[in-house]
């Protein structure tokens, strides 16, 4: 009975086992295994289960495929090192050249002066400097620099600065930071006679860069600075002039991600979208190659950063999966949407903002049902939203929290009420903001009632995030749990799932949640466990 649930399980996720052997290869690679061990433990494996007579032929199947895919991850992973050493910027760092660059945004304060995304076109000086053309830079400049706009063309001479690593062991690295911007080195120009701007640049990024600075005029045309700002960030990302003290409340209560054009934005956007056609005599799968391409193009508009192409790409597996039939499970289309990921980008896997998205997917989708078996449903909660808002806050927050403890050494307990309270007005803002940007930029007369409209959702919303970031220990900081702690943890989110899909009495569930909690705590604190 066993073996032929195994075969069961194998049979419906094979795409989920098909990821996790592409994975292991990856981390086998990254862990520094050596390459022998990586090649021949799998063929040994995939021997003997293939020889094996007492093994059923969809588990053979599924234990074949993994090992396969294991080592095409770490073939990948290995070209995807090479190839990021060929491209290394480290002899450059410190050195001097002219480039000729985008403007990709506007200039924003930093700490020397102000800075923006640039995209290099090309670089005077021969030699391993022509590594530099078509990457994306943050340019530090000094204030004042005569002409800067978004979409702008401009010649600098600049020194090359290689992103730093993590200070201490757990820390996030400015490079990682950066690398979800798109931006792989940093540029400082010393001077402002250093930066000269010759006019429009050309091309579809440009042209999307004055987009977004066009909106952003109009948006701080009627807003006040800050809720313009908050309003800029929830629209499309730009956090350049958002309060150090704001961004540490919204970090607090751990609704920062509304700020992330990510998943959370295209969902909202996608469902705006599909409401309106669904009013349309449109076919369903004309209305789903709508929803897509408003995706990517909301995507594009928001600069295509790593977490807003991740999300894009999601949601297109995701709707292609469903208008095809084959979304039978989650973990069929979760696992489509990680190997779109990593398949061309392998090191994206070893990210902390994938791994804090798909954690984010994984646990609404294993943690949803087990908390609407516990009562968490419509009609016991309220409202369907309620019930689904609720659920779906303490599943995101249960699978971030370990996450949030190893990257940020964070804990913040209010995340789920603050979620719940902040998140239904992002859907607000969101719809009530771009029709107000959109007529500040083409009818001016309706700007006026829309803006008082935005205005006042922004106000509740900045409100209640600085409610909760004054309550007692809104921030609580953690050291960084072990690598085998976050193992464990899933396992046992696993386990409590599967005890309440098999209807376990309450008083045993309870038992056994007691029961993993104080192991994990003593893996926790135990030294040695890596």
Not at 67 to 79: D, N, P
Not at 435 to 460: E, G, H, I, R
Request: glycine share 8%; charged share 15%; net charge positive.
């Amino acid at each position: 009975m066993a073996v032929d649930r195994l075969s069961d399980l194998a049979r419906i996720h094979v795409l989920a086992v098909a990821f996790c052997g592409y994975a292991c290869g990856i981390l086998g690679v990254h862990a520094d295994a050596p390459p022998i061990a990586i090649v021949a433990v799998p063929i040994v494996l995939g021997t003997v289960v293939w020889t094996s007579t007492s093994v059923s032929a969809p588990l053979k199947t599924a234990i074949l495929i993994a090992l396969s895919c294991a080592v095409l991850g770490a073939a990948a992973a290995r070209g995807a090192i090479v190839l990021r050493e060929r491209a290394s910027l480290d002899g450059l760092d410190g050195r001097h050249v002219t480039l000729s660059v985008d403007a990709l945004e506007r200039a924003y304060p930093s700490a020397t002066g102000v800075h923006a995304r640039v995209r290099v076109l090309a670089v005077d000086q021969p030699g391993r400097s022509a590594l530099l053309r078509g990457r994306v830079g943050l340019l530090e400049m000094p204030a004042g620099v005569a002409g800067w706009s978004a979409g702008a063309l401009a010649r600098v001479r600049v020194r090359i600065d290689a992103p730093a690593g993590p200070r201490n062991e757990g820390e996030p690295a400015e490079r990682d930071q950066l690398a979800d911007q798109g931006v792989s080195v940093i540029l400082t120009a010393h001077r402002a006679r250093d930066v000269a701007v010759y006019g429009r640049a050309n091309g579809w990024e440009p042209g999307l860069a004055r987009l977004r600075a066009r909106f952003a005029d109009a948006v701080e045309s009627r807003l006040p600075p800050l809720e313009a700002t908050v309003l800029e960030g929830v629209l499309w990302g730009d956090r350049g002039n958002l309060p150090a003290a704001l961004r540490q409340e919204f970090a607090d209560t751990g609704t920062v991600h509304v700020l992330t054009t990510a998943g959370l934005h295209l969902g909202i956007m996608a469902a705006l979208v599909a409401g309106l056609l669904a009013q349309t005599p449109l076919p369903r799968s004309a209305r789903a190659a709508i929803v897509v391409a408003c995706a990517w193009a909301y995507a594009a508009l928001a600069g295509l950063h790593i977490p807003t192409l991740r999300a894009a790409t999601m949601l297109t597996v995701g709707v292609i999966a469903f208008e095809s039939g084959r979304a039978r499970t989650a973990s069929a289309v979760l696992s489509a949407a990680a190997l779109a990921v990593v398949l061309p980008h392998p090191l994206a896997l070893l990210s902390a903002s994938f791994s804090m998205s798909f954690a984010c997917v994984s646990g609404i989708a294993l943690l949803g049902p087990a908390l609407e078996g516990l009562g968490i449903r419509e009609g016991t909660w309220g409202p369907r939203w309620i019930a689904e808002l609720t659920r779906t806050g303490i599943a995101v927050q249960l699978a971030l929290a370990p996450l949030q403890a190893l990257y940020f050494n964070a804990f913040t307990p209010y995340a789920v009420a603050a979620n719940f309270t902040v998140v239904p007005m992002v859907g607000l803002v969101m719809a009530t903001g771009a029709a107000y940007a959109a007529a500040a930029t083409l009818v001016p007369a309706l700007a006026l009632p829309l803006s008082n409209l935005t205005w006042w959702c922004l106000t509740l919303m900045i409100g209640a995030v600085e409610r909760f970031a004054t309550l007692p220990a809104a921030h609580v900081d953690v050291p960084p749990p072990s690598h085998a702690f976050i193992v464990f943890y899933w396992l046992a989110l696993a386990g409590f799932a599967f005890a309440v899909h098999r209807a376990i009495p309450l008083r045993r569930l309870l038992t056994g949640v007691g029961i993993a909690a104080a192991l994990l705590c003593v893996v926790y604190v135990a030294p040695g466990i890596a």
